[in-house]
Every structure is written in C-alpha cells, then in structure tokens.
C-alpha cells in the first residue's frame, strides 16, 4: 500500500534560509511542494522519507537564492492491483458504493500536526551531540512517529465499487439511497444494506491516474457558454471489488 519512490528535483532555497541547515531547508520545501498532491502514474504523495544524494548549489544572476538538484526517497501511497484494503462506506450511488480508506488503513499528510515533546527532545539531542548512530537511531524513531500518526488519521475518498462488482444479486434502494446484498438462504432471502460508514474490506481491481494539469481553452470549449464549469475529476481513482467470499461489509463476516 505504501511505497518509496526514488525523485530527482531542483529545490530552490531563498536567502533568509541560509542560516538554517540546508537539509533541514530542502525536506520542508519538499514537503510543502509534494505532500498530499498525486504525482501522475506515481501515487498520493504522503512525506519525505530521506535525502540520499545533494549536487551542487548555484547561484544565479539575478536570483538570490541556491537552486540545488536533490535525489531523495519519498513514502507514496499506491496499493498495488489485487491488495485487501479496508475502508468505510461514504455513500451509495446507481454508479456503485463510493468509500474512503479507514483510520486503520487510510492516510491524509497534514503539516500542521503538532509534534509532541518528547520528539522536539530527540530533535534537540540530535543536533547538539551530531553523532551519525544518534542521529540515525533518532531519525528512525520519528519517522515511524509521523508514519503511525498519518495512519490512524485515514483519508483517501476516491474509491469506487461498480455494481457489477457487488455480492451478487444486489440491487440499488432508491428510497434509502443504499446498495442491498439480497442474500439466499434456505429461510429465503435476506437484505443485507451497505450503509454509509460502515466498515468495508474490498479488492485493489483497477486504478485510475487522470492528467490535471492546467490547459489552455479549446476552440469548442470557447464557443461553448461561460455558464458551464468543467467537469473536476480525481487524479488518481481506486477502483474496488466485494464480489468474493469474505469480501464486503465486516460485520457479514463475523462469527457469532
């Protein structure tokens, strides 16, 4: 589900951030470039896991800051295609159950976490000791931190389950809005309803990487009336399947 992806970039650094370390200057204007934005064919972006290479900084005329090229390994959300993920139902549609991935399983970077005392501690004896195994042993322990708290925050939304990827015969409940398992048994059949924030474990069928970037208007879209807004779609979309035993709602699934 989570992976680390080797990226080369150019980072500029402005000059009243010379003072600081130029690490520490490089993972922030990283994290503010990357952090909770999908990189195309990539994945969700969640943060800096390290710096492995820095080049040389330059100077150019006209500009005071350092431009430095940067090879560095950042953790990205991408499950890989037939993976078990589980997640909540955040509502039904005749297109399918849409979910979010949970607070076991989901992540959603935020910036403006707190860091705790205790890890502003590690971050003060890293600096005044400077010995590589400390810096190393700290290093580790606060990145399985910010690792535990950007997985038990869950947030992803763009999950769809098309109906042909229900337990089947499933039909969709107007009324109620909600996609009902209609499930046989010897007493007849029983409606099982998928409601909204329910707990859900589904199959990784397919995925989805749509090219967001800004584009000029084209002549059709310019003829076309100002009135209408283009239509916003996800950059990156999992599509999921239920339609396996032990597959669907958790609570179909729990022995009595």
């Known amino acids: 589900m989570f992976v680390l992806v080797e990226m080369v970039d150019t980072v500029r650094i402005p000059p009243w951030q010379f003072e600081r370390k130029l690490n520490d200057s490089i993972a922030e204007e990283l994290n503010k470039k990357l952090a909770n934005k999908v990189v195309y064919n990539v994945g969700l972006c969640i943060c800096l896991f390290d710096i492995t290479k820095l080049e040389d900084a330059y100077v150019f005329p006209g500009d005071g800051a350092s431009h430095t090229k940067v090879h560095f390994r950042y953790v990205v959300f991408h499950p890989f295609l037939d993976e078990i993920l589980i997640g909540k139902i955040k509502g039904c549609s005749p297109e399918g159950v849409h979910g979010r991935t949970s607070a076991s399983c989901g992540l959603h970077w935020r910036p403006q976490l707190r860091t705790p005392g205790w890890a502003l501690e590690l971050l003060e004896v890293t600096r005044r000791l400077r010995h590589p195994l400390v810096t190393a042993v700290c290093g580790v322990h606060l990145r399985f931190w910010w690792l535990l708290r950007l997985f038990s925050l869950g947030f992803f939304d763009d999950i ?90 958790l609570s179909w699934w729990t022995s009595s």
Do not use: C, N
């Open 160 to 249: 769809l389950i098309p109906p042909e990827s229900l337990q089947q015969p499933a039909k969709f409940d107007d009324t109620e809005q909600v996609w009902v398992w209609e499930y046989e048994t010897e007493e007849g059949a029983h409606d099982l309803y998928m409601d909204t924030g329910e707990e859900i474990r589904f199959r990784v069928v397919d995925e989805s990487f749509v090219d967001t970037s800004p584009t000029g208007p084209s002549s059709a879209e310019a003829t076309s009336s100002s009135e209408e807004l283009p239509k916003k779609e996800a950059p990156y979309t999992l599509v999921g399947s239920i339609s396996e035993p032990g597959l669907g709602l």
